[in-house]
């Protein structure tokens, strides 16, 4: 068994990410902002610092669970959230500011989700 007062406490952190990519990206009500000043620039470079955290955190959720929590909550795309920390990491100028809204606007609200139901079912 894993220790789940580690994974709720990296759940924590997803959420905590979340809550910071909503915050920083208010502001930004289409993908051309994000590319059309510095502002939004350094905008998508907040958002995508905390998307690399939440990829990073989901690996390791898997590492400690040997692949058996996150598999049960098939609602969410965790390979392509993962996938998407890669790409930033390793390919920062391939980044599409599109690809990135979208994933705040339509995908990033089911994670939540997820992520809150994930913690209410560890502490049951």
């Known amino acids: 068994m894993y220790d789940i007062e580690l994974i709720k406490e990296i759940l924590n952190n997803i959420l905590w990410s979340i809550e910071q990519i909503n915050i920083r990206s208010s502001s930004v009500s289409n993908f051309e902002e994000f590319v059309k ?24 959720i898997d590492k400690i669970t040997q692949n058996n929590l996150l598999i049960n909550y098939s609602e969410v795309d965790w390979k392509s959230a993962k996938g998407m920390r890669d790409i930033i990491t390793h390919h920062y100028f391939d980044i599409d500011a599109e690809v990135v809204f979208n994933v705040i606007k339509n995908r990033l609200p089911l994670m939540k989700e997820t992520i809150m139901k994930i913690t209410t079912d560890l502490e049951d």
């Open 37 to 60: 000043s510095n502002s939004g620039l350094e905008k998508l470079d907040s958002v995508c610092m905390q998307l690399i955290n939440l990829g990073e955190a989901l690996k390791q």
